[in-house]
């Protein structure tokens, strides 16, 4: 029979499968919440989808960032591996730096400024200095993550008291730096983030404690606290309570599809293909959206216009991860192995 936390740690990867198709579908949708692709506006509009967007919006990323955490505490702490800081740091940048900045100049600059017609130095800004770089910025973030928490691995699983408070910390950090500094490399980002990697970090450290709370108490949890967060008129009031939000629904994604994932066969051809190209589906994915956009804004109703959407970036993803896992070089350039 085997452990709860080896049950989890086999689950890992249909988590972030299932989440991946989920920051599609995100942003896939997000073109009627009003706030994303500006440079045109929905001709019409739908209450459906600009819901699915705040709710898809409220937990993938930061679950994708918990389950980050979730894995450095087993491979940290309990494998003991990484032992060298300087070697940790050059494998995060070849996971992670390389392929941004690979990404970024051979697809997401040349789309945005066909796009959204930046100059050099908007582009230099947004793109080479990292301020506001599209999807890529997950890339940054969690670089940052790494980089700040590796030093505080043994100290975070010592004394769990006084790092919550440092963790703490360093989020008032990242949202107070981000009003006086530009968010250069999104380094204040970075230190947000560490919230939701030191949730994974602490979840994997009390897994006895965490499996005793049911998933559907933590999926309970989320959609209570969702209700009234979207139902909140007071900005005020909705600044606050989405960290709340954000927070329970990383927690409630993980524990619900982590449960689904022992209930349901999903070791099948076709998902693990998908669960192998996880990172290059986030990587080149979102600037398919904005083709199908400008392309048929209007033309079509908006439930079938966010399908096509999501049909056209999978299907898309699916073919440019295909071409660059064939050879290392390009696996590389991708931040695969």
């Known amino acids: 029979m085997r452990s709860a936390s080896s049950d989890r740690l086999s689950s890992i990867s249909f988590i972030k499968t299932v989440l991946m198709i989920c920051v599609i579908m995100g942003h896939s949708v997000n073109f009627w919440n009003g706030n994303w692709f500006t440079i045109v506006s929905p001709i019409y509009d739908s209450k459906v ?50 392929p941004f900045y690979f990404v970024s100049v051979i697809w997401v600059i040349p789309i945005a400024v066909l796009f959204f017609h930046y100059s050099v ?9 990292g301020i506001s770089p599209n999807q890529l910025w997950f890339l940054l973030m969690l670089f940052w ?10 100290l975070l699983d010592r004394m769990p008291i006084l790092g919550a408070g440092i963790v703490g910390l360093l989020y008032v950090v990242g949202m107070l730096g981000s009003r006086f500094v530009q968010n250069y490399f999104y380094i204040w980002g970075g230190c947000e983030y560490v919230l939701f990697f030191w949730i994974g970090y602490i979840i ?6 965490f ?28 600044s606050l309570l989405e960290i709340v939000v954000h927070v329970i629904g990383a927690i409630a994604s993980f ?24 990172m290059p589906m986030y990587l080149f994915h979102q600037q398919f959206v904005y083709f199908t956009i ?23 993803n699916y073919l440019i991860s295909t071409v660059f896992m064939k050879w290392s070089v390009s696996r590389f350039l991708i931040g695969e192995k």
């Not at 993938?60 to 491979?75: E, M, N, R």
């Not at 993550?145 to 505080?152: D, E, G, H, S, T």
């Not at 524990?255 to 996880?278: C, H, N, P, V």
């Open 294 to 316: 400008v392309l048929l804004n209007g033309k079509v109703h908006p439930i079938i216009h966010a399908l096509i959407n999501m049909f056209v970036a999978s299907v898309g």
């Open 211 to 238: 499996v005793k709370i049911k998933w559907y108490i933590w999926l309970g949890a989320y959609i209570v606290t969702f209700i009234v967060w979207t139902s909140l008129d007071v900005s005020v009031w909705r």
């Open 204 to 209: 994997r450290k009390y897994t006895d404690l």
């Open 255 to 278: 524990e619900s599809l982590g449960a689904l994932s022992r209930i349901i066969d999903w070791d099948k051809k076709w998902f693990g293909e998908l669960s192998k190209r996880t």
């Open 121 to 129: 130095k908007e582009v230099v800004l947004r793109y080479l200095l």
């Open 145 to 154: 993550v790494y980089v700040i928490v590796w030093p505080l691995a043994s």
């Open 49 to 98: 989808l600009c819901f699915a967007s705040e709710f898809l919006n409220s937990f993938h990323v930061t679950a994708f960032t918990l389950i980050s955490g979730y894995l450095f505490y087993y491979l940290k702490i309990e494998q003991e591996r990484y032992p060298v800081y300087s070697s940790y740091l050059l494998n995060k940048t070849k996971r992670l730096i390389v």
